[in-house]
């Protein structure tokens, strides 16, 4: 049985830093797209970053223009696990995250139709 686990959200004020965390269990992380997502109640879910390798190939990441400069996507094949480093938070950070798995090389992570979602965990940027 697949299953990822969100860890790290919680609250922190304006600039802030938290680090999420992905550990899948029943599913390589390696040579899949493993990316973020977040989703305010009642607003369309958005892309955040998302995660390639093979492990002998280099890492391919990819970020949403409003995360750029400020988060930062990693893997632990070891570990099995990805993370979501995120600093100089703002309040329009504010949403629940997501993890997400596909089979596939991540070079079109938003829209493709992921096939195992984790539970979410929230994150919450205060002024």
């Known amino acids: 049985q697949v299953q990822l686990v969100e860890s790290g959200g919680g609250s922190v004020q304006a600039g802030g830093s938290l680090r999420l965390s992905c550990a899948a269990s029943?599913?390589?992380?390696?040579?899949?797209?493993m990316s973020w997502f977040r989703q305010v109640p009642g607003k369309e879910r958005e892309g955040v970053a998302g995660?390639?390798?093979?492990?002998?190939?280099?890492?391919?990441?990819y970020y949403a223009d409003s995360v750029k400069g400020r988060f930062t996507i990693s893997q632990d094949n070891a570990k099995n696990t990805v993370y979501l480093q995120m600093n100089s938070l703002k309040p329009e950070d504010t949403a629940m995250y997501y993890c997400?798995?596909?089979?596939?090389?991540?070079?079109?992570?938003?829209?493709?139709?992921?096939?195992?979602w984790g539970q979410g965990t929230q994150v919450t940027v205060s002024s």
């Open positions: 995660i390639y390798t093979t492990g002998s190939s280099p890492y391919y990441t």
């Open positions: 029943g599913y390589t992380v390696r040579s899949a797209c």
């Open positions: 997400a798995a596909v089979r596939l090389s991540c070079r079109n992570w938003k829209d493709y139709a992921y096939d195992y």
